[in-house]
């Protein structure tokens, strides 16, 4: 069994966070999102790993290298076009040699791999589409099943009296290698709208196996603030939570709560206090600094006495004295906030 993951896409919902980081290296706790793939990968014993690239791919690859660091096997595939779904995985042709569980690269969930495998094998099937409920399933493109559990059709974007049942896609797929003879080469093709649709034409064994636990696309800053937070409160799982350790440079005056996660080369002056938040590498948090339900990436420095709150900061930014950055905030790279302003539901790309 080998894995394709699908790690080209530009993350445009969710800039300005990506505009210096690939999505699927933006960190959930303080710990590249394809590690939660991996991850669950080992889990199931398939440590045959390839990724598929187009958007800044050498800092994907300078952070994963061959895999070897994480236990498994990683070969890269560059895309010099995005290629869509379906045409990734036939540019990845050379190197699939066998069943193969492909991954977009923008999920976050805990499934057991493994079930999803025994499944796939014991209905003898061509291809295997991992759907999850949703509450509004209007906002997505539905994917219909029969009582035995095979596919029966795909209705994309449906008006409310279209609704025929909650479950979507969840971007996650195995798929047997005779599905590559559906794709043509060096075109441009998606598994949703071209070859799923071919494969239910053709009326190829094609089965949904339904996922009602975690389950998350990081496509926005408000989901990717919640994965976040939902990795402190131990919602979700897959990796064990960073040891909470005290930094040399934390002030023993500091305030910071037993579930947050603070990376140890941070400075965090006396009075700070921070709570059930993510701060990355390096920040640097002055007195009497709050940060509540929030994420810090790297190299940040916040000044005395400002105030974070559900707000996504970042790296490199410079947060004034007595700022006041408020819910719905999402601040880019090297955004710079002067002394004592305020923002809040604001969305700010680098200055």
């Known amino acids: 069994m080998q894995a394709l993951i699908l790690a080209g896409g530009k993350g445009t919902r969710l800039r300005p966070l990506t505009m210096h980081t690939p999505k699927p290296i933006v960190p959930i706790a303080n710990r590249p999102l394809l590690l939660y793939q991996l991850e669950l990968l080992k889990r199931a014993d398939v440590r045959d790993v390839i990724l598929s690239l187009s958007y800044q791919p050498q800092k994907i690859q300078d952070e994963l290298g061959d895999g070897t660091d994480h236990s498994v096997r990683i070969s890269y595939v560059l895309e010099a076009f995005p290629l869509g779904t379906a045409g990734a995985y036939k540019s990845s042709a050379g190197l699939i040699r066998e069943t193969t569980i492909v991954f977009n690269g923008d999920v976050l969930l805990d499934i057991d791999l493994g079930d999803v495998i025994r499944f796939h094998r014991e209905h003898e099937a061509t291809a295997t589409i991992v759907l999850a409920p949703v509450p509004n399933p209007s906002n997505y493109g539905l994917v219909e099943t029969a009582q035995d559990g095979r596919v029966r059709r795909f209705i994309e974007k449906p008006k409310p009296e279209q609704v025929t049942c909650n479950t979507i896609n969840a971007g996650i797929y195995i798929l047997e290698s005779t599905v590559l003879d559906y794709i043509p080469e060096g075109e441009s093709f998606m598994f949703e709208y071209q070859v799923f649709p071919k494969l239910l034409e053709n009326n190829e064994p094609f089965y949904a196996y339904i996922w009602d636990g975690y389950w998350r696309d990081i496509g926005t800053a408000a989901i990717y603030l919640e994965a976040n937070l939902d990795v ?119 200055r």
């Open 232 to 350: 402190l409160s131990g919602r979700l799982k897959v990796l064990e939570r960073l040891p909470t350790e005290s930094g040399e440079k934390f002030d023993e005056m500091a305030g910071i709560d037993a579930i947050s996660i603070v990376d140890p080369t941070c400075t965090v002056k006396a009075g700070a206090q921070i709570v059930n938040s993510v701060v990355s590498q390096n920040c640097y948090i002055e007195e009497r600094v709050r940060i509540e339900g929030s994420v810090v990436r790297g190299g940040t420095r916040i000044g005395q006495s400002a105030t974070v709150t559900g707000a996504v900061i970042g790296k490199g930014c410079h947060i004034g004295r007595g700022v006041v950055v408020g819910s719905g905030s999402v601040l880019g790279d090297k955004t710079v906030l002067t002394d004592y302003s305020s923002v809040s539901d604001l969305i700010m790309a680098e």
